[in-house]
């Protein structure tokens, strides 16, 4: 167990429609990283969250949003979905400051648009 | 831009042996880390070992270990006594050294059969 968790786990949606993936994470952990990963791709960044900030953007579409809250747990929403957007959703967190460098990720969310 | 490169597709070894995962990348930093993750058919993403650019000497976690040549921006996984356990896409990953962290960046991936 990683410490980071992810709802839901499974995911099925039509077309145009919009849902909320959530995550949290480990306790402590600052960083929050969201990370899409389809059949045909590889894993892609798409965004990271610092302590609330949004502190980097990868290849996000504009459809799809974040946000990290208070009490530090994050939810990616996606919206006008696509038949494209059917992929693996991973969350990971990771403390920020001292050796512990390394990120630790949640179970995923199979998202699947039909 | 850091990019990360798996040039072997998928590689096999039987039960026992020992095999051995190429990674390249490329940076212009000077203060990162490596990983490698191992991702069985569960899909979940496991940390198998973890390489501070600042270190000289090789991480090693029980039957895994790495090469990690800084100059050459080649960072390798060693499995020794291969177990059926083992089996899964194995990822290599980049990171920036940042305080207030970074993304992780993945190569595309080797999918490891082990042979009984």
């Known amino acids: 167990d990683s410490g980071v968790t992810q709802t839901p786990k499974h995911l099925i949606t039509a077309t145009g429609q919009r849902v909320t993936l959530r995550c949290s994470p480990r306790?402590?952990?600052?960083?929050v990283y969201w990370y899409q990963q389809s059949l045909d791709q590889g894993l892609q960044f798409l965004i990271h969250?610092?302590?609330?900030?949004?502190?980097a953007k990868g290849n996000i579409l504009e459809r799809f949003s974040a946000q990290q809250f208070p009490d530090l747990h994050s939810e990616l929403n996606l919206s006008s979905l696509e038949l494209g957007d059917s992929a693996l959703y991973f969350c990971?967190?990771?403390?920020?400051?001292?050796?512990?460098?390394?990120?630790?990720f949640g179970q995923g969310t199979r998202l699947t648009v039909v | 831009a850091q990019t990360v490169t798996q040039s072997q597709p998928e590689m096999s070894v039987q039960e026992a042996e020992t095999v051995t995962l190429s990674c390249t990348y490329d940076?212009?930093?000077?203060?990162?880390?490596l990983f490698w993750y191992k991702q069985p058919p569960s899909r979940q993403m496991i940390l198998v070992i973890r390489?501070?650019?600042?270190?000289?000497q090789n991480a090693t976690e029980n039957r895994f270990s790495v090469n990690f040549q800084k100059a050459a921006k080649s960072f390798s996984l060693k499995i020794s006594d291969s177990q059926l356990g083992d089996a899964a896409m194995y990822f290599c990953?980049?990171?920036?050294?940042?305080?207030?962290?970074?993304?992780?960046?993945f190569g595309e991936g080797t999918q490891l059969t082990v042979n009984p």
């Open positions: 990971a967190s990771s403390a920020s400051r001292g050796l512990r460098t390394e990120a630790f």
């Open positions: 306790s402590g952990d600052l960083s």
């Open positions: 969250y610092y302590n609330g900030e949004e502190r």
């Open positions: 940076t212009s930093e000077s203060d990162y880390y």
């Open positions: 390489q501070e650019a600042y270190k000289q």
């Open positions: 990953a980049y990171r920036k050294g940042e305080t207030s962290g970074s993304r992780l960046t």
